[in-house]
């Protein structure tokens, strides 16, 4: 018989740290907690990256909008274009360091999803599907379920599962044979020694009714 034991799910830490400990690790398997957590910081990567660029429209329509009033100043012209040119600058660090941090995310993504389809018994040649054109609308749901999954118990081809861990449950001791007890048989009472017969012409001592003979 085996004990099938769930372990508590991944916090955002952890999930973080077993990611980048298998950084280029495609083997094994990942629970949903830990591919869910890693996928939190990718959102909020693309969240910095849309509001960044969101910045940029909005302040770059702002600067044009003050150029058009302070067109024929020079000197509010010249200090304008220093501030678009500082803004752009910013912008570009910024946006830099937002592409470096995504490089860099990019390999752990794909190897933490490649563990969650071995987490379901799943391929994770199946990710190629996404570069084919049109297929991939349909693909996108068909991971999306995968990653929703819940994970195989026990061992499948792809390892032991991180989830559910399986222990066998000892088998209870057989009861030990004890011999019935034997108790000692009593020691039999010792006859009474029998008085010697008397000689002949002497009287016994004791008559038949075992009185003294006087």
């Not at 007890?181 to 009472?189: K, S």
Request: aromatic share 12%; charged share 20%.
């Amino acid at each position: 018989m085996e004990n099938v034991i769930q372990t508590p799910s991944m916090s955002f830490g952890e999930a973080l740290k077993t990611c980048f400990k298998k950084y280029a690790t495609f083997s094994g398997r990942a629970r949903r907690s830990e591919f869910w957590w890693f996928s939190v910081l990718g959102w909020i990567l693309s969240a910095c990256t849309y509001a960044l660029v969101t910045w940029k429209f909005v302040k770059v329509e702002s600067l044009e909008s003050q150029v058009r009033e302070v067109m024929f100043d020079e000197e509010k012209l010249n200090a304008l274009q220093a501030q678009a040119s500082n803004f752009d600058t910013i912008f570009f660090l910024l946006l830099a360091l937002v592409g470096i941090v995504g490089l860099v995310l990019l390999l752990p993504s794909l190897a933490v999803a490649v563990r969650r389809l071995h987490d379901i018994g799943k391929s994770g040649w199946l990710l190629l599907l996404m570069l084919i054109p049109f297929v991939n609308f349909v693909v996108v749901f068909v991971l999306l379920y995968f990653y929703l999954k819940d994970s195989d118990r026990g061992v499948n081809k792809f390892g032991p599962s991180p989830k559910y861990v399986v222990k066998p449950v000892p088998e209870p001791e057989a009861p030990r044979y004890e011999p019935p007890r034997v108790e000692p048989e009593p020691d039999p009472v010792a006859p009474a020694p029998e008085e010697p017969a008397p000689e002949p012409g002497e009287e016994p001592l004791y008559n038949s009714d075992n009185k003294l003979s006087i």
